[in-house]
């Protein structure tokens, strides 16, 4: 399924896109131009009681995480909110890449959940992808 509006991208084995999940926490953002995807409004799963134990000794790699991070509400919406921004980004007549910065608090979880999602969909879309994971074996913030 395209977006609405978004032409068939060229050939897949060209990087259109360079994804990259961190956390806002450790104050070394990733510089350039990118579309920015805010994810620190989802459920951050080391602060549910519940599960805590457990997710502290994972990341959005993990299954669990995922599954946990994924059925939070509102993500289905950012998630389809900014593949449909970047695809059409992608889509524009010279418009060669298309970065994304997918950030969190720690950069563990959530950001890394919603950019491999986001990575997923827009390979499924024929556009070739790459995705750096920046805090993703960083300690967990306070």
Do not use: K, Q
């Not at 510089?31 to 134990?53: F, H, I, K, M, Y």
């Not at 890449?97 to 879309?125: M, N, P, Q």
Request: glycine share 10%; with cysteine; net charge neutral.
């Amino acid at each position: 399924m395209t977006p609405a509006g978004v032409c068939a991208p060229p050939s897949p084995a060209l990087i259109r896109s360079v994804i990259t999940s961190y956390g806002d926490g450790h104050h070394d953002a990733p510089r350039g131009d990118a579309l920015r995807v805010d994810a620190r409004s989802l459920r951050n799963p080391p602060e549910d009681s519940t599960v805590r134990e457990r997710m502290l000794r994972a990341n959005g790699l993990d299954p669990d995480v995922r599954a946990y991070v994924l059925a939070t509400p509102g993500t289905d919406r950012l998630i389809e909110r900014s593949v449909g921004r970047a695809a059409a980004l992608l889509a524009l007549p010279g418009h060669l890449r298309v970065d994304i910065h997918v950030l969190c608090g720690g950069g563990r979880h959530r950001s890394v959940v919603v950019a491999e999602e986001l990575a997923s969909l827009l390979r499924a879309f024929g556009y070739g992808v790459e995705t750096e994971h920046r805090h993703i074996d960083r300690p967990i913030l306070g």
